[in-house]
């Protein structure tokens, strides 16, 4: 399994962009299934954000379709997720998902 380090969180308004980017300390080539989760204050689950296919294939949770945008780069060994038009309720911790868990990176959005 690869390790993985999220980073690109932080504190912005509602209405801004972040980036994140998941850097992979090994080739996601082989890695089929790529995604972000988030799990928001208060809430015990982790909610499945957004998720790429090796090739590409994008999917996206309804809440966040045509605001947010996952991409991956199979040379860096790293995905991203362009978030725009954020809102106070993106707010949650954001969390890589390769086979295995990043720590996390926190996303404060406010009103």
């Known amino acids: 399994q690869v390790q993985l380090v999220e980073s690109g969180g932080g504190l912005v308004q509602a209405g801004g962009s972040l980036r994140l980017s998941c850097a992979a300390s090994?080739?996601?080539?082989?890695?089929?299934?790529m995604g972000w989760y988030r799990q928001a204050p208060g809430k015990q689950q982790r909610e499945l954000v957004a998720?790429?296919?090796?090739?590409?294939?994008?999917t996206y949770t309804d809440s966040v379709k045509g605001r947010f945008t996952i991409s991956r780069d199979n040379a860096k060994n790293t995905v991203y997720l362009q978030m725009n038009s954020l809102k106070p309720e993106d707010t949650a911790v954001y969390y890589c998902?390769?086979?295995?868990w990043g720590q996390g990176t926190q996303v404060t959005v406010s009103s």
């Open positions: 998720a790429i296919t090796r090739g590409g294939t994008t």
């Open positions: 090994g080739s996601i080539f082989s890695i089929n299934g």
């Open positions: 998902w390769g086979g295995s």
